[in-house]
């Protein structure tokens, strides 16, 4: 059974930071491609970043050069450093396997606010 499980959201002020993580059971992690993604109130899920089992990564261009996608293979874990926050950054945040086999696996996500 695949299980995301994600962490390190909260609130926080516009120009400060989070690191978020996810943790990932269920699947030989190192061999996947993951990514995040979030959800504004009322807006579409959106895709945030991604990296490859050989540590490429893309990013959104809204988020490009303040978000920093990263994976730890021992600790089946994967990153997301988010510096000068943006109130437009606020979303409920969810990582996911890169692969169309995993699809429908989604974890409860972590809640980002950027208010001042």
């Known amino acids: 059974q695949v299980q995301l499980v994600e962490s390190g959201g909260g609130a926080v002020q516009p120009g400060g930071s989070l690191r978020l993580s996810c943790a990932a059971s269920g699947i030989i992690f190192r061999i996947y491609a993951m990514g995040w993604y979030r959800q504004a109130p009322g807006k579409q899920r959106e895709l945030v970043a991604t990296?490859?089992?050989?540590?490429?990564?893309n990013y959104a261009d809204s988020v490009k050069g303040r978000f920093t996608i990263s994976r730890d293979n021992a600790k089946n874990t994967v990153y997301l450093q988010m510096n000068s926050l943006k109130p437009d950054d606020t979303a409920v945040y969810y990582c996911?396997?890169?692969?169309?086999?995993?699809?429908?696996?989604w974890g409860q996500g972590t809640q980002v606010t950027v208010s001042s």
């Open positions: 996911k396997v890169d692969h169309f086999k995993f699809s429908d696996y």
């Open positions: 990296i490859t089992s050989g540590r490429s990564t």
